[in-house]
C-alpha cells in the first residue's frame, strides 16, 4: 500500500472514531519495514516472483514511517507495528537462511498459506537478530504495545531439529508447543526491559501463555476468554464478524453490526481492550481496500463505542442511509452492505425453476440483474423490485446502484435450480463454526459455492468426514447427481479420499456404490497441486427416487510434503445438484 493510501486510511479511521492503526509489516511474502542493521530484509525479503514471472514488493522507508506515525499521532491514533513470529518469516529466512532450522537458501514465496520452515528457536543468534530488528521498530513507533504475531506456527521443523531439541531439553521443556511459548517469552521479557507489552494472536495461549501478553483472539472468542480468566487482557477479533477480507456473503453489514466484543459470563480479573476488524490484503490490492472496509467498519464503530442496550438494527440501517452520502464526498469506493439476493423455497421440483428477490432489508437499492448461462446474458430485470424465476444452472450477474451511484464492481452468484433445492437435509457431520455454509440447509439451497472458499455457501470440516441425507418432495425419476468440491492445498483444502452417491425409494434400500477411491482425476488425493478452485463430480442415475444420500471420506491428515505436515486437512462442499425430469 502507498504511504498516501496509508494517510487516506488514516483519515478515515478518524472520521470514524478508530483510534488504533494495527499495521501488519512482515509476513512470508514480503518484508515491509527498513531496518539498518540487516539491509537484505528489503532488498532481498521484500521482493518476490510470482507465478506470472512479474515482480512485486516494496518496503516503507524509515522516514515514511516517521511520517505515517505522526500523521496518525495528530489525528489520535496509534499505530501499533506487528514483526511476525516465529512463523509467516520466509521472507525474513530467504534473506538470511541461517533464521531458519535447516539453513536453506529459500526464495520469497508468492503463494498463500502457512509454511514449515520458521525462526529456529534452537539458535542464540536468532534471537540476536530479533531483538536487533526490534530496538529499530521501538525508534520508529512509540506504542505501548507491539504486536509480534505467534500465529500458525508449524513445529514440524524444531521437532526434527537438534539445536531446537536440545533447547527443549535445556529449558526443562515438554514439546515444541511449549517451546513457542518459550520463545515468546524471551521477546516479550526484551520487550519488557524496554517498556513495552506485547500483544500475540491465540496461539500464544498454546503451551503456556507468556507473563503480561495480551491475546489477540481471531479464533473465535474463546481465547479472548481464556485470557481474561487467567487474569491477563485481550482484544477481539474472530473471523465470524470481524475479518474484512472475507466477501461480505459470509460477513455482511448486520452481522458485523451484532458482534458483542465483550461476551456475557467472562470469569477472571482480566479484561477486553477492545475489538479490531482485520483486513488482510493478500486478495485484496489496494484498489478493492475502500470496499471491503466500508461500508462494514461504521458498523464496527458504533459497536464499540456503544453498549450493546443502545445499539438498534433498524436505526442504524436509517443513518446508515444518510452516512452513504458522506462517503461519497470523500470518494470512498464502498462495497456492497449485504448479498442483495433472496432465494425463495418456491422451487418447483419438475421444472428446476428457483424464486429470486430484491432482498428487502437493503435500502435505497437499484440496479440491473443478468442471467447467465453457457456464456450468454439475458437481462432479466431493470427495476430490481419485483421476484423472478430463473431455470437451472447458471449465474445471475448484478449491477448495484445506491442513489444513482454504482455500488462496488458487479457481483457474480453461482446458482443452481434442481429437484433437491430448499428439499429437508439430515447432516452427517457437525457445522463448522468458521464455514458454516448456510447452515443445515447449505448444502441443497441453490447456491452454488464460488472460487472464493470464504463466500459463505462452501461448507467445510477439518479432519472429518462430511455427509448428508437429503428428502425429495415426492418420488421422482433422477437423471443425474453431482457435489462440487474445493481444492487448494496451500489453505489445506484437498478433495475427499472417496465420495458414494446413493438413491433409494424408501430410505433404507439404497442403490449406487463408491464412484472414486482414493484416485481423484487419476491422481491420488494428496498429489501435490497448485490449483485452487471448484472440482465437479458427477454421476449418472436414470432411476426413480424420493431419498439422495451423499458421503466424502476425509483424505487424513496432511501428507509430509505439505507445510502443514501431519495436521488435519479440510474438505469443503457444496452444493447437492438433483437433476431429475
Known amino acids: 500500500m502507498d504511504p498516501d493510501f496509508v494517510k487516506r486510511a488514516i483519515d478515515l479511521l478518524a472520521l470514524h472514531k478508530m483510534n488504533v492503526l494495527h499495521w501488519h509489516l512482515t509476513e512470508d511474502q514480503g518484508w515491509r519495514i527498513e531496518v539498518d542493521a540487516y539491509p537484505e530484509l528489503t532488498s532481498t525479503g521484500a521482493w518476490r516472483t510470482e507465478a506470472d514471472g512479474s515482480r512485486h514488493g516494496g518496503f516503507y522507508t524509515k522516514d515514511q514511517i516517521r511520517e505515517i506515525v505522526a500523521y496518525a499521532a495528530d489525528r489520535n491514533i496509534t499505530v501499533i507495528p506487528e514483526i511476525e513470529l516465529p512463523g509467516h518469516s520466509r521472507a525474513a529466512i530467504a534473506a538470511y537462511p541461517w533464521l531458519s532450522c535447516t539453513g536453506d537458501s529459500l526464495e520469497v514465496p508468492h503463494d498463500w498459506g502457512v509454511f514449515k520452515d520458521i525462526y529456529c528457536a534452537g539458535e542464540d543468534t536468532t534471537f540476536r537478530f530479533l531483538e536487533a530488528v526490534l530496538l529499530e521498530v521501538l525508534e520508529l513507533f512509540p506504542s505501548e504495545y507491539i504486536h509480534i504475531g505467534g500465529d500458525e506456527a508449524p513445529k514440524v521443523r524444531w521437532e526434527s531439529c537438534p539445536k531446537c531439541q536440545r533447547r527443549i531439553q535445556a529449558e526443562g521443556l515438554h514439546d515444541a508447543h511449549e517451546l513457542q511459548s518459550w520463545f515468546i517469552t524471551q521477546i516479550g521479557s526484551f520487550l519488557a526491559d524496554h517498556g513495552r507489552k506485547l500483544i500475540g494472536w491465540d496461539e500464544i495461549l498454546e503451551g503456556g501463555l507468556p507473563d503480561g501478553a495480551t491475546v489477540q483472539s481471531w479464533r473465535g472468542m474463546q481465547g479472548g476468554r481464556d ?68 461500508p462494514r467498519i461504521v458498523a464496527m464503530s458504533e459497536v464499540l463505542w456503544s453498549s450493546k442496550s443502545q445499539r438498534d438494527w433498524n436505526s442504524f440501517k436509517e443513518r446508515m442511509d444518510w452516512h452513504y452520502s458522506r462517503l461519497d464526498a470523500w470518494n470512498v469506493d464502498y462495497g456492497w452492505e449485504a448479498v442483495p439476493i433472496d432465494l425463495s423455497c418456491e422451487a418447483a421440483a419438475q421444472t428446476e425453476r428457483i424464486m429470486v428477490g430484491l432482498d428487502r432489508a437493503i435500502a435505497g437499492i437499484g440496479g440491473d440483474v443478468f442471467w447467465e448461462t453457457k456464456g450468454s446474458q439475458e437481462r432479466i430485470s431493470r427495476a430490481f423490485d419485483a421476484p423472478f424465476e430463473v431455470t437451472g444452472e447458471g449465474a445471475l450477474v448484478v449491477e448495484l446502484r445506491r442513489h444513482d451511484v454504482a455500488v462496488g464492481k458487479p457481483w457474480r452468484f453461482p446458482l443452481a435450480g434442481h429437484a433437491g433445492a430448499f428439499q429437508p437435509v439430515e447432516l452427517d457431520h457437525a457445522l463448522n463454526t468458521y464455514y458454516p455454509g448456510g447452515g443445515q440447509q447449505g448444502l441443497a439451497d441453490g447456491r452454488l459455492g464460488s472460487m472464493d472458499f470464504r463466500d459463505g455457501c462452501w461448507q467445510a470440516t477439518q479432519g472429518e468426514d462430511m455427509g448428508m441425507t437429503l428428502s425429495l418432495s415426492e418420488e421422482l425419476h433422477v437423471d443425474s447427481l453431482s457435489m462440487q468440491f474445493y481444492l487448494y492445498q496451500d489453505a489445506w483444502i484437498f478433495v475427499p479420499d472417496s465420495v458414494r452417491f446413493q438413491w433409494s425409494l424408501d430410505g433404507e434400500h439404497w442403490k449406487g456404490d463408491w464412484s472414486i477411491q482414493t484416485q481423484w482425476n487419476g491422481a491420488d488425493a494428496f498429489a501435490q497441486n497448485e490449483t485452487q478452485g471448484v472440482v465437479r463430480i458427477a454421476v449418472p442415475v436414470n432411476s426413480r427416487a424420493k431419498y439422495i444420500r451423499f458421503e466424502a471420506l476425509n483424505p487424513g491428515p496432511c501428507p509430509l510434503w505439505h507445510d502443514a505436515a501431519s495436521l488435519a486437512s479440510w474438505l469443503f462442499l457444496d452444493e447437492l445438484v438433483v437433476h431429475a425430469n
Open 227 to 294: 485470557a481474561v480468566a487467567m487474569g491477563r487482557d485481550a482484544i477481539m477479533s474472530p473471523t465470524s464478524h470481524c475479518y474484512f477480507d472475507y466477501p461480505v456473503e459470509s460477513i455482511d453489514l448486520e452481522r458485523v453490526y451484532g458482534f458483542e466484543p465483550e461476551p456475557e459470563g467472562l470469569e477472571g480479573s482480566g479484561r477486553i481492550l477492545g475489538g479490531e476488524c482485520n483486513m488482510w490484503s493478500e486478495r485484496a490490492p489496494q484498489e478493492l481496500v475502500d470496499s471491503k472496509v466500508f
